[in-house]
């Protein structure tokens, strides 16, 4: 069956446009996360839905950063206004359910260079 | 929030070597996990830890939660070029929002035939 996909691969957006990067979870999992990866860093969290449960939105860095999840499958982030340091790869996970042994599966991610 | 300090930043090694790497954190963890990341992918979970000093192999790796909840170890045998890639420990906390998980900076291993 399909994995999670990302669209687009790609994204070069000018400083102060807006983007939206989308997620495509595997089918029938409950749970999306996004996350951000830096150059040589690590995952760095910033949203995450489960079911119809409110998104737990801690890990988003501005107001300027939001997602939505529609009908419970495809998900949307949107970056508003951005910035040169919004620069970075957007990786979507999802899995089963949200619980401690649920294993997280990635999409490709997508490469923002904003100029 | 938590960090975790993951060493070594890179490794270049030769075919055949074994390799250990580990990640340290200031707090503790309920969960830890290693994945693998290739260039251009998402990283893909190679192993994962639910209880203090679970010893856990997958083929030639072999990862361990320390006893303190607050580290870990990666170990891979006998490597061999296919091992090249990023390697991520990250960590989680609690039950709920169980997903939520901190990641280290990764490993950059390098294998030459």
């Known amino acids: 069956g399909a994995g999670v996909s990302q669209s687009p691969s790609n994204k070069v957006t000018e400083k102060g446009k807006d983007v939206e990067l989308r997620c495509d979870p595997i089918?029938?999992?409950?749970?999306l996360y996004w996350y951000r990866q830096s150059l040589g860093q690590g995952l760095e969290f910033l949203i995450y839905?489960?079911?119809?449960?409110?998104?737990?939105k801690s890990g988003l860095p501005s107001d300027r950063f939001s997602a939505e999840r529609t009908g419970g499958s495809v998900s949307t982030l949107t970056i508003q206004r951005t910035q040169q340091e919004d620069s970075a790869v957007y990786l979507c996970?999802?899995?089963?359910?949200?619980?401690?042994?649920?294993?997280?599966?990635f999409g490709p991610g997508t490469r923002l260079t904003v100029l | 929030g938590q960090q975790l300090n993951q060493s070594p930043q890179s490794m270049f090694i030769q075919e055949g070597e074994d390799v250990s790497m580990n990640c340290t954190s200031s707090s503790i963890f309920n969960t830890w996990l290693w994945y693998k990341q290739d260039p251009g992918e998402g990283p893909v979970l190679l192993i994962a830890?639910?209880?203090?000093?679970e010893l856990t192999s997958n083929g030639r790796l072999t990862a361990q939660f320390g006893i303190t909840r607050k580290d870990s170890f990666l170990n891979i045998s006998a490597s061999i070029p296919s091992d090249v890639g990023i390697y991520f420990c990250a960590g989680r906390l609690d039950n709920t929002n169980a997903g939520k998980s901190t990641f280290g900076d990764g490993t950059t291993l390098t294998v030459k035939p």
């Open positions: 089918s029938g999992h409950t749970a």
């Open positions: 839905f489960q079911g119809n449960s409110a998104p737990d």
């Open positions: 996970a999802s899995s089963l359910r949200d619980g401690l042994r649920d294993t997280q599966y």
């Open positions: 830890l639910y209880k203090a000093g």
